[in-house]
């Protein structure tokens, strides 16, 4: 409603000081003519072309009988700032470029009033261009997340984001993310502070701190500023270190005497009474025996300790901890056996006392190779001569129910040389 009152202002205001100029013009008829159907096609199509019926209006005023046109190009201002703040996509340039060559034409035609005339908003859209980009590229910009940044690497975290000006800003803000954000809206308004949602997602453990590019655009879009701006920090727990936790809380669990409850059925004579389970007893009005998972026995573990990338080491040291803690609570010690890229292998032994620390150096020792897949392969073909020589120096290792650990494109090869003597995971 207001716009619409402000646009009915606006082609009152046109047509006024048409009808004005065209009275001064009474002399010139054709001048005259002229002014009569500009203010019959500016009263009917004012709201579908304002810019560019704005930038007419106020070349033909500056015909009009001096002094009298420099005081009507100087509220055609007005007209043309309502037209730009309507809907503008061009620069300052575009509209600077024609009023100054207007201006130079009439310098050197010696028509010194029409000169001045074009002076006028010439300077205008100059002088609000040039304070426009000094605000835009000396104001604060700080962001403000919702809640705390702390996320598993490969979990995803939402939040939204408070983009904040000092001093107060009013303009059309467009915000660019690296891959691992997602934001929405891309665009959007700012009159002071503005909300983004955000999405992220990484899959490498550490303190991130991307950069984000915000595009400053004022009102009447003619002034486009970049700024790139530090995302505050996200701490991104490595996969590995949450594994650790869960086998602490699980180990914990496990000390405390939990149970690992397979099965129930009816209890007969000669079952033990501590292992009846009162709580379902007591919902079923008869006696219900637990049946329990035996610890059951395993080989030892082989970890292949190196993958082609740092998300790949970290994914591999995720289910060592996850596979070592789970059997730790059945079976009192486990062997873990580290083989490195060169075939050579270091002995570990878990046990509830020693686990923690035994399985930070095992972790440690997993290699990053650095190695960029192309094709399916390498460039130095580092990879087939660790695929293809791996199998024939752990040989030796492999018994039956033997756990074989590590990247997918290392643990494929031994799995076919050995297959059903052994177990095999890969990620």
């Known amino acids: 409603m207001m716009r619409r009152l402000t646009s009915q202002w606006v082609q009152v205001l046109t047509t006024s000081m048409l009808i004005a100029a065209a009275a ?69 340039w575009f509209y600077a470029a024609p009023l100054a060559a207007s201006t130079s034409l009439a310098v050197i035609l010696r028509q010194f009033y029409i000169a001045a005339s074009f002076t006028i908003p010439l300077l205008y859209i100059l002088l609000i261009s040039f304070i426009n980009a000094i605000r835009f590229h000396t104001v604060i910009i700080e962001l403000r997340p919702s809640r705390n940044l702390r996320i598993n690497a490969g979990s995803e975290l939402s939040y939204s984001l408070a983009v904040t000006t000092k001093p107060p800003l009013r303009a059309v803000v467009e915000v660019k993310a690296p891959g691992n954000l997602r934001v929405s809206p891309a665009r959007l308004y700012l009159n002071g502070e503005a909300y983004i949602n955000v999405s992220a997602r990484y899959s490498l453990g550490g303190v991130k701190r991307p950069r984000l590019i915000i595009t400053f655009t004022d009102m009447r879009g003619l002034v486009r500023v970049r700024r790139v701006v530090r995302h ?56 219900i025996i637990k049946l329990l998972q035996g610890p059951g026995l395993t080989g030892p573990i082989i970890l292949l300790s190196y993958a082609t990338n740092p998300t790949l080491v970290d994914r591999v040291g995720e289910a060592l901890v996850y596979l070592t803690a789970e059997l730790l609570t059945r079976i009192p010690r486990i062997e873990v056996i580290s083989v490195n890229r060169d075939g050579e292998a270091t002995n570990y032994v878990l046990s509830r006392d020693n686990y923690f620390e035994i399985i930070e150096r095992a972790l440690g020792e997993i290699e990053n190779l650095n190695v960029r897949l192309v094709g399916g392969g390498d460039y130095a073909d580092v990879l087939s001569t660790i695929k293809y020589s791996i199998p024939l120096r752990i040989r030796g290792m492999v018994r039956e129910g033997v756990i074989v650990i590590g990247q997918g494109l290392f643990v494929e090869p031994i799995c076919n040389a050995f297959k059903e003597r052994i177990v095999c995971i890969s990620v």
């Open 232 to 287: 505050p920090r996200i701490t991104v727990i490595p996969r590995a270190r949450t594994a650790i936790q869960f086998a602490r809380e699980l180990l914990a669990q496990s000390a405390l005497g939990a149970e690992d409850i397979r099965e129930v059925r009816e209890y007969t004579p000669g079952d033990p009474i501590r292992r009846l389970h009162w709580k379902k007893s007591a919902k079923l009005n008869r006696l």
């Open 24 to 92: 001064l013009s009474l002399g010139n008829v054709a001048l005259f003519a002229v002014y009569m159907v500009i203010v019959i096609i500016a009263w009917l199509y004012w709201n579908n072309y304002p810019l560019p019926l704005s930038l007419g209006v106020t070349a033909l005023l500056s015909l009009a009988t001096p002094p009298i046109d420099i005081m009507l190009t100087s509220i055609s201002i007005l007209l043309i700032d309502n037209a730009l703040k309507m809907g503008n996509e061009r620069p300052w």
